[in-house]
C-alpha cells in the first residue's frame, strides 16, 4: 500500500481484557517495528521482526505483551489482562534496512 | 542505551537557526532523524550512517561525528512548518532497532 496502515485507531477497553493491534507495513518492506509512545513523552522500543529472522523482543515490557508477523507482512500486537498503565498511543513503523522508518498514525490505547 | 539530545525545547522567531544536539554513551553505527507535529506519527527527515553516507531531504541538514558519538541537527532560516518535537534515533549495530532520545520541542513563531 502507499503508507503503513494501523488498526483500530482508537480502541477503548475495560482492564483485565485482551487487545490486539493490526499493523500493514508498506509492501516490500522487511523490516516492521513497534514502538509505544505515552502522552508527551518520547517513542519505547517494543519489539521488531526483519525478513524470516527471530523478532527482536527485548522491549516487551511484560510477558502480556506478544506480537506475531505472519507472511513477513501483517503484524498484530496482542496485550493481555491490559492494565491502565498500557494507555499509550501504540506506533508501527516499516522500513527497508538502512533507509528510513515509515511510520502508520498509531493506535490510541486507553484502558479504563 | 538511550541517547541524551539537547536541549529539551527550543523557541524561535522565524528566519532563525536551530542546532538539536544527540549523544551516545555506546558506539554508533547509523542516527536518523524525525520530526513530529503534535498528533501526527513522527516523519523522517534523515539518516546518517556509519562511515559518513548521508540521505536526507528537506532543507535541513545533519552531521554525524563517530568518534564522539554525536549527531546534530541544523535548521537554518526555520519558517512556520518547522514546529514540532524532533526526535533522534540511534543504532548501535546494523540491523537493530532505533532507540529514540527524548525528543527537542522546537516552536517557531512569525
Known amino acids: 500500500g502507499a503508507g503503513v496502515s494501523q488498526s483500530p485507531s482508537n480502541k477503548v477497553t475495560e482492564k483485565g481484557k485482551d487487545v490486539e493491534l493490526r499493523c500493514d507495513p508498506i509492501s516490500g518492506h522487511t523490516a516492521l517495528y513497534w514502538y509505544r509512545q505515552s502522552l508527551g513523552q518520547g517513542l519505547e522500543f517494543l519489539i521488531y521482526?526483519?525478513?524470516?529472522?527471530?523478532?527482536?523482543k527485548s522491549g516487551l515490557p511484560s510477558d502480556r505483551f506478544s506480537a506475531e508477523r505472519t507472511g513477513g507482512s501483517v503484524s498484530t500486537l496482542t496485550i493481555q489482562r491490559t492494565q491502565q498503565e498500557d494507555s499509550a498511543v501504540y506506533l508501527c513503523?516499516?522500513?527497508?534496512?538502512?533507509?528510513?522508518?515509515?511510520f502508520g498514525s498509531g493506535t490510541r490505547l486507553t484502558v479504563v | 542505551q538511550q541517547p541524551v539530545q539537547s536541549p529539551q525545547a527550543v523557541i524561535l522567531r522565524e528566519g532563525e537557526d536551530a542546532v538539536i544536539n544527540c549523544s551516545s554513551s555506546?558506539?554508533?553505527?547509523?542516527v536518523h532523524w524525525y520530526r513530529q507535529k503534535h498528533g501526527e506519527a513522527p516523519v523522517f527527515l534523515m539518516i546518517l550512517l556509519k562511515g559518513g553516507e548521508q540521505k536526507g531531504h528537506e532543507k535541513i541538514s545533519a552531521s554525524f561525528n563517530e568518534k564522539k558519538q554525536q549527531s546534530s541537527l541544523y535548521l537554518t532560516a526555520s519558517q512556520l512548518s518547522y514546529s514540532g518535537t524532533y526526535f533522534c534515533g540511534t543504532e548501535n549495530q546494523a540491523g537493530t532497532a532505533l532507540i529514540f532520545g527524548k525528543g527537542t520541542t522546537l516552536s517557531v513563531s512569525s
Open positions: 555506546k558506539a554508533l553505527y547509523s
Open positions: 521482526f526483519q525478513g524470516n529472522s527471530a523478532p527482536d
Open positions: 513503523a516499516s522500513s527497508l534496512p538502512a533507509y528510513g522508518y515509515t
